[in-house]
């Protein structure tokens, strides 16, 4: 189970949304950069990065945020917000994250998906944002008419390398992952699924490590922002 401590940026600083809404953040006094060397320190591998700019502007605006700390700390990052153009993937992959991560784009355009896979082979992760079951987009500002299942079944042969399941209700809440929808998607993915949204307490992450072995790792977010899991503690849980 690999564990992916998260980073948020917003205006160069560290925060977290509830449920992706903009105007219910909390900003953090540490900056990116220093957070990354937190996780290091204590051993984590893997980080999950969404530049909320990204997101808003549909460009790679930390992009020299993230490339210091890839070449800083030699963690294996992906990154997600508003990647839309084969350009933005480029940016990312050359200054060597391991996962460049499609959401809105790849839903609103399947062709767009299956190229970039083509294109980048084992660097595209999949973004699937699902509120009641069916897919959002844009920042989860729009809901999609399209099950999340459903749309997983039609892009399962493009050759995505990883998928990323995200619950909008419980996203930022702590509230526990929506961990039998995860099982779903886990049990008809043809890549290994991560699960995202809601960590509330390392027993979520103890959790996680016994469902479907398709299910290749877990995010941490708010949880670590808020101490509710400390972060020695959750360094127990990485593989070794």
């Given at each position: 189970m690999k564990i992916f401590p998260a980073i948020d940026i917003k205006d160069r600083k560290c925060v977290r949304l509830v449920k992706g809404d903009f105007n219910n953040k909390t900003e953090y006094e540490t900056s990116p950069i220093d957070q990354a060397g937190k996780y290091k320190v204590h051993g984590f591998k893997n980080l999950h990065i969404v530049d909320l700019d990204g997101a808003l502007t549909g460009e790679t605006v930390n992009l020299d945020i993230i490339e210091k700390i890839v070449s800083k700390f030699d963690l294996?990052?992906?990154?997600?917000?508003?990647?839309?153009?084969?350009?933005?993937?480029?940016?990312?992959?050359?200054?060597?994250?391991?996962?460049?991560?499609?959401?809105?784009?790849?839903?609103?355009?399947?062709?767009?998906?299956?190229?970039?896979?083509?294109?980048?082979?084992?660097?595209?992760?999949?973004g699937l944002d699902s509120k009641d079951g069916y897919l959002s987009v844009s920042g989860w500002k729009e809901n999609s008419n399209q099950l999340t299942l459903d749309f997983l079944k039609e892009v399962n042969d493009y050759g995505v390398s990883?998928?990323?399941?995200?619950?909008?209700?419980?996203?930022?809440?702590?509230?526990?992952?929506?961990?039998?929808?995860?099982?779903?998607?886990?049990?008809?993915?043809?890549?290994?699924?991560?699960?995202?949204?809601?960590?509330?307490?390392?027993?979520?992450?103890?959790k996680a490590k016994g469902l479907n072995k398709n299910i290749e790792g877990i995010i941490v977010g708010k949880a670590i922002y808020d101490d509710d899991i400390k972060l020695d503690e959750l360094a127990k849980e990485i593989d070794a």
């Open positions: 294996k990052i992906e990154i997600g917000g508003g990647v839309r153009t084969f350009e933005s993937i480029k940016k990312y992959t050359d200054v060597g994250v391991e996962k460049v991560i499609l959401g809105s784009a790849a839903i609103k355009d399947k062709n767009f998906l299956k190229k970039a896979c083509s294109k980048f082979q084992n660097k595209i992760a999949l990883r998928l990323i399941y995200t619950d909008i209700n419980r996203d930022g809440t702590k509230s526990s992952p929506n961990f039998e929808e995860t099982e779903k998607i886990a049990e008809i993915s043809n890549c290994s699924v991560v699960i995202s949204g809601g960590v509330s307490s390392i027993d979520d992450v103890k």
